[in-house]
């Protein structure tokens, strides 16, 4: 055998080699460009209903943090735990629920939240006599 011969059989079977890793690629890239992406799978109904479920407790939860983070004490007194609680628990959305606390407050000339006067006689919350913060 002579080396010329053995040399152009190595240089063949590179050349089949190399010409066999540019077809698969350039076929990965065909296929890749118009197959369709595998996007996020669909949810069901159960797993859609429980993350809209986290999402309203998770809204209600800011509301509730707003008002203490901002208002305080006054507004822990408009509205005990038990009723935020029965209120989250009955299903109240995030609006409603800032809606219902908001009920209680009212903006004066200079911008000061005070509670309104239903919210400061209720049996229930404050007592029937003038709250001395006024």
């Known amino acids: 055998m002579d080396f010329f011969a053995i040399f152009m059989g190595w240089v063949v079977r590179l050349s089949v080699n190399i010409g066999w890793a540019l077809g698969a690629g350039v076929q990965q890239l ?10 996020p799978k669909a949810l069901t109904k159960a797993q859609k209903r429980e993350q809209d479920e986290t999402r309203r407790i998770a809204g209600c939860r800011e509301v509730v943090l707003h008002f203490i983070n901002n208002l305080g004490f006054i507004a822990r007194e408009c509205m005990s735990r038990e009723e935020l ?20 407050f009212q903006v004066d000339i200079i911008g000061m939240f005070r ?5 400061r006689y209720r049996k229930d919350g404050v007592g029937s006599s003038r709250p001395n913060w006024r």
């Open 30 to 39: 065909i296929l890749s460009i118009f197959s369709p992406a595998p996007g």
């Open 115 to 119: 509670m309104t006067s239903s919210a």
């Open 85 to 104: 609680e029965e209120k989250i628990d009955s299903g109240i959305t995030r609006e409603e629920l800032y809606h219902s606390i908001l009920k209680f």
